[in-house]
């Protein structure tokens, strides 16, 4: 069962948080994500309630958080080229060292092949539209 939290106290007010969702292979709930107090189950997914309606978050905010909940990380995972990093442990996504945002040619390990995934639901742009075919095979 999938729970979705649509909770000003996930927002956070330096990170810019949109969202936030347990990953299904974590062990425990998540405490303190509310308040210190509180915790909340593994199967859930939290959504800002600016992710749905101001730009910087309306790019698939559920569908990304919905992701992790599934077991996708980001695209971006580990921040590094090197490749001793495993980065989404997906192997149709290209290696990305950084997040980029929609910057449509961005290359940030521009050794290895392909091109920073940036439409990609798992990564962090505003333009984002797909999941690769191994992303969907990965998906719990």
């Not at 106290?9 to 990953?23: D, K």
């Not at 974590?26 to 210190?36: A, E, I, K, N, R």
């Not at 939290?46 to 077991?71: A, D, K, M, Q, R």
């Not at 921040?79 to 990305?96: G, Y």
Request: charged fraction near 15%; charge should be negative.
């Amino acid at each position: 069962v999938l729970n979705i939290i649509v909770a000003d106290g996930i927002c956070g007010t330096s990170q810019r948080i949109a969202g936030f969702a347990t990953l299904p292979f974590t062990d425990g709930h998540v405490y303190g994500l509310f308040s210190p107090e509180t915790y909340v189950p593994l199967d859930f997914v939290g959504v800002c309630p600016l992710s749905l309606n101001e730009e910087y978050y309306s790019s698939h905010t559920i569908t990304h958080e919905i992701g992790h909940w599934l077991g996708l990380l980001h695209t971006f995972q580990g921040n590094s080229c090197s490749l001793d990093n495993p980065n989404d442990h997906v192997a149709d996504t290209p290696q990305q060292a950084k997040r980029v945002g929609c910057v449509l040619d961005a290359d940030s390990c521009p050794n290895l092949p392909g091109l920073d995934p940036i439409t990609n639901f798992m990564e962090l742009s505003s333009c984002r539209e797909v999941f690769t075919q191994g992303q969907a095979e990965r998906m719990w």
